[in-house]
C-alpha cells in the first residue's frame, strides 16, 4: 500500500540545566568566554575530554555532556564558586552603558569574521582582525554593531594527500549547535528581509551572535523559502564559486545587510565598510534617500557620502573584486529603472575612468567613491593605497590623496597565553588589563625575572610540541601511513631546541619558501648538534591558487627528507587554534613577504605580545615598529624586485647563523640574558602599541565620531546640506573650465635669507564664483634635480583684495630651509571640510612659479 509523508516538522531541545546553574546556557551563547579566561574554564571543568571533543564549543557541550555530569557539578561546592565568579565577570563585561543621547549607532561590515575556533566563518587575516574589531569595541563599550553572512560550510578545512598536495573538504555548519541565535520579528517569527536578484526574491534570515556588548548580525539564504539552489547557495562557502556568487554575496551582504538593520529597527548613523565587499550597500543607500527623503540621485549620493567609512585592505590591484559591465548590467538594470537614474550613472561609481564603457565594475573605488573617510591599515599602507588610488585624485601629488591610515592592532586578552597572563598578574599592575594603553604599567615587565619568563615560554613550547606530535600523529592515521611514519610524528621537534614559526596563507607574495632557497646551507643550521633549530609551518592555500599550493608540496616534501623529519613539521588545516599555539610557543616568528604587498600582518604581533621575537621584511606593522622591538629586519625600506629573492634568503640565513641562533642559546647563569633583554623590550613596546583596543578608539576619534557629527548635521537640517552640496557640485561643474589663474606674481628672485618672509599672491578669475567657493593653496619644497617639489608642505592663501572679476589671495610665507626651494599654486573648490575628506575626481587646477 502507499503511504502518506507528512512534510517534517523540527522542534529544538534543549537541555536541561540543574536549578544551582540556571545561567550556563546565557554564558554559552555569548563568545565572551573566547577571551574571559573564567567563563572558559568554566565550561572546560565541566568536561575536559567533552571541551575538547566538541572543537571548545560550549552550546554543542551542553547538548552532549550527560544529565549526570551536570547534577554532580551543580551540587559540587568547587563548581558553583567558579559558576557564580564567571557569573559575575560576564555581568560586568556585558552592562552597557546608557545609549547616547545622540543616537550615536556604527554598523560594521565585514565579508568574514573570526571569533572563535567553533565558527568557521573566517579565512585569514581580515576576519582575525573583524573579530578583534568586534571585541575590543566591546570592552570599551563603544556603540558598534556587526554585519556579516552566516555560511553554511565556511572556508574549507585543509588535509594533505600522501604526495603532500592540498586537498579541500567542506563540512556543513550546524547553526543549531553554534552560539548564534535566530532574530525574531514583532510576531516572535524568525526574521527574513529580501533582496530581489534577475531570478527572483531572495529571502534572507537574520541570526544574532553575541560578542560581549556588542551584537553581531548575519545573514542566511540557505532556508526552504529559497526554492532555486543558487539562491540558497549565496551564503554556501566563503570565498568560494565563480564571479557570479561573489557578486550575489555581496549584494546579500551590502544590500540584504541595509534592509535587515531597517527590519530590525536600527538606524546606524555611521557605515564602515571593511573592504569593498559590503560596498553596494551605498546603493540602498541612495534608494532609501531618495524614497524616503525625497533627494535626487545626486543629493542622496551626497547624504550617503557623509556618513561613510571605508577601510582598503588590499596592497594590490588583483585583490579588488571587479564585474564585467554586462553582468553589472544583469544585476542592476533593474535598480537603475527604479530610481530613475542612466545605467552608466551607476557605472561611473565604480569605475577609475568614466568615459570607458569596457571598464570593468570595482568594488574598492565604488567604495572610495561613496566614502567620505578612507583609511588604510599601516603607515607603509597608506603609500601603497595613495600610490594605487592615484589617479580617482590626478591632479594631486601622491602624498596628497585622501587615504589616511590606522594601524592594524591585536586583541590582547584573545592571544595572550594564560600562563604569561599569570606572571603579569603577580608582577604588573593590578589592573592591567584594563589600563592597555598605559605605557607606565609595561614598563614593569623590567622587573620580571628573567627566569620566570624563561620557563613560562619554555612550558609554552613544551605544549606546542606536544600539540604538534598529536596533530602529526592524527594526519599520519589518517591517510594511512607507514607505520615507520606514524612513529616519527611522535618524536618530531626538540622541547630544547630553538623554534621558528611560519603561519600564514600561501598566497605567492608571501614567499613562504624563501626560506627553503639553499637547502644544503639550511640544513647546516638546522642540524648543528650544539644548537639545533627547528621550523614549524602552517598555512591554506585557496582552492583556485596552484601556485600556493605548491609551495605547500615543496615544503611538506622537505619535511619529509631524511635528515629534516625531525626538523621541519608542517602543520595541517591552519586555523585560529593552530595559530594561536604557535604563536604562543614558538621562540622566533618569521615573515618574510614581497615589500609594499603585506597591508599590515597581524601574526607577528600576536607572537611579539607572547614573548616571541621577530625576523622580518620592512612590511606593514613592522616598518613601524622595527626600531622599537627588539627583533630583526630583513633588507631594507626599498621596493621588492625579483632579484631580492636570493638576497633576502642569504640575509635570514646569515643571521640565524651568526647573531640570532647564537644569541639564543648563550647560557649565563642558565639565562639567554641578551635574548632576554630583547623580549622584554618587545613586550614593553609591542603590547600596548598594536592593541587592538588602540585601534578601535583611534578610528572611534579620528573617523566615527567626524562622520557621525556630519550626519547629525545632515539630519538636523533635513537634508538641506545634501541638497545645498549637489546644487554647488552642479554649479562648479558648470564654470570651472573658465577658472584660470592669471598674471600671477613673479615671486622671489635671487638669493634670501631663511626665516624672511617672501611674500606670495595669487590672482585668480574665478568664473563668478565667489572666493569662499575655492581653496588656493601654495605648495613649496625643494626642487629636485628632475625640476620636481620634494619634502613639500601646503599652506592654504587667504583671500586679501577684489579687482572687478578677479580675486587675488596671498600671504608671506617663512622659508626655514635652505637650498634650492619652489613652490606651485593651485586653486580648488572649497566644498569639504578636511582635505582628507576631499571626494574623488575633484577638480584643480595648478599654476606653476
Same mark, same amino acid.
Given at each position: 500500500?502507499?503511504?502518506?509523508?507528512?512534510?517534517?516538522?523540527?522542534?529544538?531541545?534543549?537541555?536541561?540545566?540543574?536549578?544551582?546553574?540556571?545561567?550556563?546556557?546565557?554564558?554559552?551563547?555569548?563568545?565572551?568566554?573566547?577571551?574571559?579566561?573564567?567563563?572558559?574554564?568554566?565550561?572546560?571543568?565541566?568536561?575536559?575530554?567533552?571541551?575538547?571533543?566538541?572543537?571548545?564549543?560550549?552550546?554543542?557541550?551542553?547538548?552532549?555532556?550527560?544529565?549526570?555530569?551536570?547534577?554532580?557539578?551543580?551540587?559540587?561546592?568547587?563548581?558553583?564558586?567558579?559558576?557564580?565568579?564567571?557569573?559575575?565577570?560576564?555581568?560586568?563585561?556585558?552592562?552597557?552603558?546608557?545609549?547616547?543621547?545622540?543616537?550615536?549607532?556604527?554598523?560594521?561590515?565585514?565579508?568574514?569574521?573570526?571569533?572563535?575556533?567553533?565558527?568557521?566563518?573566517?579565512?585569514?587575516?581580515?576576519?582575525?582582525?573583524?573579530?578583534?574589531?568586534?571585541?575590543?569595541?566591546?570592552?570599551?563599550?563603544?556603540?558598534?554593531?556587526?554585519?556579516?553572512?552566516?555560511?553554511?560550510?565556511?572556508?574549507?578545512?585543509?588535509?594533505?594527500?600522501?604526495?603532500?598536495?592540498?586537498?579541500?573538504?567542506?563540512?556543513?555548519?550546524?547553526?543549531? /549547535?553554534?552560539?548564534?541565535?535566530?532574530?525574531?520579528?514583532?510576531?516572535?517569527?524568525?526574521?527574513?528581509?529580501?533582496?530581489?536578484?534577475?531570478?527572483?526574491?531572495?529571502?534572507?534570515?537574520?541570526?544574532?551572535?553575541?560578542?560581549?556588548?556588542?551584537?553581531?548580525?548575519?545573514?542566511?539564504?540557505?532556508?526552504?523559502?529559497?526554492?532555486?539552489?543558487?539562491?540558497?547557495?549565496? /551564503?554556501?562557502?566563503?570565498?568560494?564559486?565563480?564571479?557570479?556568487?561573489?557578486?550575489?554575496?555581496?549584494?546579500?551582504?551590502?544590500?540584504?545587510?541595509?534592509?535587515?538593520?531597517?527590519?530590525?529597527?536600527?538606524?546606524?548613523?555611521?557605515?564602515?565598510?571593511?573592504?569593498?565587499?559590503?560596498?553596494?550597500?551605498?546603493?540602498?543607500?541612495?534608494?532609501?534617500?531618495?524614497?524616503?527623503?525625497?533627494?535626487?540621485?545626486?543629493?542622496?549620493?551626497?547624504?550617503?557620502?557623509?556618513?561613510?567609512?571605508?577601510?582598503?585592505?588590499?596592497?594590490?590591484?588583483?585583490?579588488?573584486?571587479?564585474?564585467?559591465?554586462?553582468?553589472?548590467?544583469?544585476?542592476?538594470?533593474?535598480?537603475?529603472?527604479?530610481?530613475?537614474?542612466?545605467?552608466?550613472?551607476?557605472?561611473?561609481?565604480?569605475?577609475?575612468?568614466?568615459?570607458?564603457?569596457?571598464?570593468?565594475?570595482?568594488?574598492?573605488?565604488?567604495?572610495?567613491?561613496?566614502?567620505?573617510?578612507?583609511?588604510?591599515?599601516?603607515?607603509?599602507?597608506?603609500?601603497?593605497?595613495?600610490?594605487?588610488?592615484?589617479?580617482?585624485?590626478?591632479?594631486?601629488?601622491?602624498?596628497?590623496?585622501?587615504?589616511?591610515?590606522?594601524?592594524?592592532?591585536?586583541?590582547?586578552?584573545?592571544?595572550?597565553?594564560?600562563?604569561?597572563?599569570?606572571?603579569?598578574?603577580?608582577?604588573?599592575?593590578?589592573?592591567?588589563?584594563?589600563?592597555?594603553?598605559?605605557?607606565?604599567?609595561?614598563?614593569?615587565?623590567?622587573?620580571?625575572?628573567?627566569?620566570?619568563?624563561?620557563?613560562?615560554?619554555?612550558?609554552?613550547?613544551?605544549?606546542?610540541?606536544?600539540?604538534?606530535?598529536?596533530?602529526?600523529?592524527?594526519?599520519?592515521?589518517?591517510?594511512?601511513?607507514?607505520?615507520?611514519?606514524?612513529?616519527?610524528?611522535?618524536?618530531?621537534?626538540?622541547?630544547?631546541?630553538?623554534?621558528?614559526?611560519?603561519?600564514?596563507?600561501?598566497?605567492?607574495?608571501?614567499?613562504?619558501?624563501?626560506?627553503?632557497?639553499?637547502?644544503?646551507?639550511?640544513?647546516?643550521?638546522?642540524?648543528?648538534?650544539?644548537?639545533?633549530?627547528?621550523?614549524?609551518?602552517?598555512?591554506?592555500?585557496?582552492?583556485?591558487?596552484?601556485?600556493?599550493?605548491?609551495?605547500?608540496?615543496?615544503?611538506?616534501?622537505?619535511?619529509?627528507?631524511?635528515?629534516?623529519?625531525?626538523?621541519?613539521?608542517?602543520?595541517?588545516?591552519?586555523?585560529?587554534?593552530?595559530?594561536?599555539?604557535?604563536?604562543?610557543?614558538?621562540?622566533?616568528?618569521?615573515?618574510?613577504?614581497?615589500?609594499?604587498?603585506?597591508?599590515?600582518?597581524?601574526?607577528?604581533?600576536?607572537?611579539?605580545?607572547?614573548?616571541?621575537?621577530?625576523?622580518?621584511?620592512?612590511?606593514?606593522?613592522?616598518?613601524?615598529?622595527?626600531?622599537?622591538?627588539?627583533?630583526?629586519?630583513?633588507?631594507?625600506?626599498?621596493?621588492?624586485?625579483?632579484?631580492?629573492?636570493?638576497?633576502?634568503?642569504?640575509?635570514?640565513?646569515?643571521?640565524?647563523?651568526?647573531?640570532?641562533?647564537?644569541?639564543?642559546?648563550?647560557?649565563?647563569?642558565?639565562?639567554?640574558?641578551?635574548?632576554?633583554?630583547?623580549?622584554?623590550?618587545?613586550?614593553?613596546?609591542?603590547?600596548?602599541?598594536?592593541?587592538?583596543?588602540?585601534?578601535?578608539?583611534?578610528?572611534?576619534?579620528?573617523?566615527?565620531?567626524?562622520?557621525?557629527?556630519?550626519?547629525?548635521?545632515?539630519?538636523?537640517?533635513?537634508?538641506?546640506?545634501?541638497?545645498?552640496?549637489?546644487?554647488?557640485?552642479?554649479?562648479?561643474?558648470?564654470?570651472?573650465?573658465?577658472?584660470?589663474?592669471?598674471?600671477?606674481?613673479?615671486?622671489?628672485?635671487?638669493?634670501?635669507?631663511?626665516?624672511?618672509?617672501?611674500?606670495?599672491?595669487?590672482?585668480?578669475?574665478?568664473?563668478?564664483?565667489?572666493?569662499?567657493?575655492?581653496?588656493?593653496?601654495?605648495?613649496?619644497?625643494?626642487?629636485?634635480?628632475?625640476?620636481?617639489?620634494?619634502?613639500?608642505?601646503?599652506?592654504?592663501?587667504?583671500?586679501?583684495?577684489?579687482?572687478?572679476?578677479?580675486?587675488?589671495?596671498?600671504?608671506?610665507?617663512?622659508?626655514?630651509?635652505?637650498?634650492?626651494?619652489?613652490?606651485?599654486?593651485?586653486?580648488?573648490?572649497?566644498?569639504?571640510?578636511?582635505?582628507?575628506?576631499?571626494?574623488?575626481?575633484?577638480?584643480?587646477?595648478?599654476?606653476?612659479?
Amino acid at each position: 500500500m502507499p503511504f502518506h509523508i507528512q512534510p517534517l516538522r523540527e522542534f529544538l531541545v534543549r537541555p536541561a540545566l540543574p536549578s544551582t546553574l540556571p545561567r550556563m546556557a546565557e554564558l554559552a551563547y555569548n563568545v565572551l568566554w573566547s577571551w574571559e579566561p573564567i567563563a572558559r574554564s568554566l565550561f572546560r571543568r565541566l568536561d575536559p575530554n567533552l571541551w575538547r571533543e566538541c572543537g571548545y564549543n560550549p552550546v554543542l557541550m551542553l547538548g552532549r555532556v550527560s544529565q549526570a555530569t551536570l547534577q554532580r557539578m551543580g551540587n559540587d561546592p568547587r563548581y558553583l564558586a567558579l559558576y557564580r565568579m564567571a557569573c559575575e565577570a560576564y555581568d560586568s563585561h556585558t552592562r552597557k552603558s546608557a545609549p547616547s543621547q545622540d543616537g550615536k549607532l556604527i554598523a560594521y561590515f565585514s565579508a568574514e569574521y573570526g571569533l572563535t575556533e567553533c565558527l568557521p566563518v573566517y579565512s585569514g587575516g581580515l576576519g582575525i582582525l573583524s573579530g578583534d574589531h568586534l571585541k575590543s569595541s566591546s570592552d570599551q563599550d563603544f556603540p558598534l554593531i556587526g554585519l556579516g553572512l552566516l555560511y553554511q560550510q565556511g572556508y574549507f578545512r585543509q588535509f594533505l594527500n600522501p604526495d603532500g598536495w592540498q586537498q579541500e573538504r567542506y563540512p556543513v555548519n550546524d547553526f543549531y /549547535t553554534l552560539p548564534v541565535q535566530p532574530v525574531k520579528d514583532g510576531n516572535g517569527q524568525d526574521l527574513k528581509v529580501t533582496v530581489k536578484l534577475p531570478t527572483g526574491n531572495v529571502y534572507i534570515q537574520v541570526w544574532k551572535l553575541d560578542v560581549g556588548r556588542i551584537v553581531l548580525y548575519l545573514l542566511d539564504t540557505n532556508i526552504p523559502e529559497n526554492v532555486l539552489p543558487q539562491d540558497r547557495d549565496i /551564503t554556501d562557502s566563503l570565498y568560494g564559486g565563480d564571479n557570479d556568487t561573489r557578486v550575489r554575496q555581496e549584494i546579500v551582504l551590502g544590500i540584504g545587510g541595509m534592509r535587515a538593520l531597517k527590519a530590525m529597527g536600527l538606524k546606524p548613523t555611521v557605515y564602515h565598510m571593511n573592504e569593498g565587499h559590503s560596498a553596494f550597500l551605498v546603493l540602498e543607500q541612495i534608494r532609501l534617500y531618495m524614497r524616503d527623503e525625497g533627494l535626487s540621485f545626486d543629493e542622496a549620493l551626497e547624504a550617503a557620502r557623509t556618513s561613510n567609512v571605508f577601510t582598503t585592505h588590499t596592497p594590490v590591484p588583483a585583490g579588488i573584486d571587479l564585474f564585467d559591465p554586462g553582468q553589472m548590467y544583469y544585476y542592476f538594470s533593474e535598480y537603475c529603472a527604479e530610481i530613475g537614474i542612466d545605467f552608466q550613472q551607476l557605472m561611473a561609481l565604480g569605475r577609475r575612468n568614466i568615459f570607458n564603457r569596457d571598464e570593468r565594475f570595482s568594488m574598492a573605488v565604488l567604495a572610495l567613491n561613496t566614502s567620505s573617510y578612507r583609511n588604510a591599515v599601516s603607515r607603509l599602507h597608506r603609500h601603497v593605497s595613495q600610490e594605487m588610488f592615484h589617479d580617482l585624485w590626478p591632479q594631486l601629488p601622491d602624498w596628497e590623496v585622501p587615504i589616511t591610515s590606522i594601524t592594524n592592532g591585536v586583541h590582547v586578552p584573545s592571544w595572550l597565553n594564560s600562563d604569561q597572563a599569570a606572571l603579569y598578574d603577580q608582577y604588573l599592575q593590578p589592573d592591567w588589563r584594563e589600563r592597555f594603553n598605559d605605557p607606565s604599567v609595561w614598563e614593569q615587565i623590567k622587573e620580571i625575572p628573567d627566569e620566570e619568563l624563561v620557563e613560562v615560554h619554555r612550558r609554552r613550547k613544551r605544549r606546542l610540541v606536544n600539540f604538534v606530535r598529536s596533530r602529526q600523529h592524527d594526519s599520519a592515521m589518517r591517510r594511512q601511513a607507514s607505520a615507520a611514519e606514524v612513529r616519527r610524528a611522535a618524536e618530531v621537534l626538540d622541547p630544547n631546541g630553538f623554534t621558528i614559526g611560519f603561519a600564514r596563507r600561501f598566497a605567492t607574495y608571501k614567499r613562504a619558501t624563501l626560506l627553503f632557497k639553499d637547502v644544503e646551507r639550511l640544513k647546516r643550521i638546522l642540524l648543528n648538534k650544539d644548537m639545533p633549530v627547528q621550523i614549524v609551518i602552517a598555512g591554506k592555500a585557496h582552492p583556485k591558487d596552484q601556485p600556493g599550493k605548491t609551495y605547500i608540496r615543496e615544503v611538506v616534501q622537505l619535511s619529509r627528507d631524511p635528515d629534516l623529519w625531525k626538523h621541519v613539521v608542517f602543520l595541517e588545516d591552519y586555523d585560529m587554534k593552530v595559530g594561536r599555539e604557535m604563536v604562543q610557543g614558538v621562540d622566533l616568528w618569521l615573515s618574510n613577504p614581497r615589500r609594499g604587498e603585506e597591508a599590515c600582518g597581524t601574526s607577528g604581533m600576536k607572537a611579539a605580545i607572547n614573548g616571541v621575537l621577530n625576523l622580518s621584511i620592512l612590511d606593514g606593522w613592522f616598518d613601524e615598529a622595527y626600531e622599537h622591538c627588539g627583533g630583526w629586519k630583513i633588507g631594507d625600506r626599498e621596493p621588492y624586485s625579483e632579484d631580492q629573492d636570493l638576497l633576502h634568503a642569504s640575509a635570514i640565513y646569515s643571521l640565524l647563523e651568526n647573531d640570532i641562533v647564537p644569541m639564543f642559546y648563550e647560557r649565563r647563569d642558565q639565562t639567554p640574558r641578551e635574548w632576554m633583554r630583547r623580549v622584554k623590550q618587545s613586550l614593553q613596546y609591542i603590547t600596548p602599541q598594536f592593541d587592538c583596543r588602540r585601534m578601535v578608539r583611534e578610528y572611534m576619534t579620528e573617523l566615527y565620531e567626524p562622520a557621525h557629527t556630519q550626519h547629525l548635521r545632515l539630519i538636523d537640517g533635513h537634508f538641506a546640506l545634501a541638497r545645498e552640496k549637489a546644487r554647488w557640485n552642479q554649479r562648479i561643474r558648470e564654470v570651472w573650465e573658465r577658472v584660470r589663474f592669471m598674471d600671477a606674481d613673479p615671486g622671489p628672485s635671487g638669493a634670501l635669507i631663511s626665516g624672511r618672509p617672501v611674500p606670495v599672491r595669487a590672482a585668480i578669475d574665478l568664473a563668478g564664483l565667489a572666493p569662499t567657493d575655492v581653496r588656493v593653496e601654495v605648495v613649496i619644497g625643494r626642487v629636485d634635480n628632475n625640476g620636481h617639489l620634494e619634502e613639500t608642505e601646503v599652506m592654504v592663501l587667504p583671500p586679501v583684495e577684489q579687482q572687478g572679476a578677479v580675486s587675488v589671495f596671498g600671504k608671506d610665507i617663512v622659508p626655514e630651509r635652505t637650498g634650492r626651494l619652489g613652490y606651485a599654486l593651485r586653486v580648488s573648490p572649497n566644498h569639504f571640510d578636511d582635505p582628507l575628506t576631499r571626494p574623488c575626481t575633484s577638480p584643480l587646477k595648478w599654476s606653476s612659479s
